[in-house]
Antibody, heavy 123, light 109 residues
């Protein structure tokens, strides 16, 4: 069974860079069928896709966050990572890593999620 | 960018009620539409894929319909376990970007 686990600091200071890593177990991050992504949810609010990466390193970002986001992949460790720069209180959220599966058979689904990790931006 | 407008934002209903949630896309997305259920403190759970296909293990009281720009999620007879927040999600196959609706919270009336 595929599992995803987020890790990283739960508290980040304003103007600094938020860094999270997602470790994938029970399956290979190098599968050609899937993308790997980050989704966040501010407290009491809705879901926001941050960006996605393919195992080859191709990246796709939410236009509203693109200037501050970097997603990278380390296939040797079966991990992918998120960096969000110049954070403010508005970036306080639960951050989920997930497997994204676009296909002609099943449409486009997010079929596996990490448990989520709360990151608070505060001095 | 394709915008998703989900309505209503909150819905009050009773056990046994038929419930319908709507999601509208700012341009045609064919059938690149999925629905998720989220309970407090948990990650979202996939209910419907490709607009109208029921995910394995999801009760048959859930159904999805629509294509193009207008989509609906229907719960035929609301059960106590169904009180949750529901999100639609679209995928832009040209820009490879993903967008969620704003969510609909289904509350006990």
């Amino acid at each position: 069974q595929l599992q995803l686990q987020e890790s990283g600091p739960g508290l980040v200071k304003p103007s600094e860079t938020l860094s999270l890593t997602c470790t994938v177990s029970g399956g290979s991050i190098s599968s050609s069928s899937y993308y790997w992504g980050w989704i966040r949810q501010p407290p009491g609010k809705g879901l926001e896709w941050i960006g996605s990466i393919y195992y080859s390193g191709s990246t796709y970002y939410n236009p509203s966050l693109k200037s501050r986001v970097t997603i990278s992949v380390d296939t040797s460790k079966n991990q992918f990572s998120l960096k969000l720069s110049s954070v403010t209180a508005a970036d306080t959220a639960v951050y989920y890593c997930a497997r994204l599966h676009p296909s002609m058979v099943r449409g486009a689904t997010i079929d596996y999620w990490g448990q989520g990790t709360l990151v608070t931006v505060s001095s | 960018d394709i915008q998703m407008t989900q309505s209503p934002s909150t819905l009050s209903a009773s056990v046994g009620d038929r419930v319908t949630i709507t999601c509208r896309a700012s341009q045609s997305i064919s059938s690149w539409l999925a629905w998720y259920q989220q309970k407090p403190g948990k990650a979202p759970k996939l209910l419907i894929y490709k607009a109208s296909s029921l995910e394995s293990g999801v009760p048959s009281r859930f159904s999805g319909s629509g294509s193009g720009t207008e989509f609906t999620l229907t719960i035929s007879s609301l059960q106590p376990d169904d009180f949750a927040t529901y999100y639609c999600q679209q995928y832009n196959s040209y820009s490879l970007t993903w967008t969620f609706g704003q969510g609909t919270k289904v509350e006990i009336k």
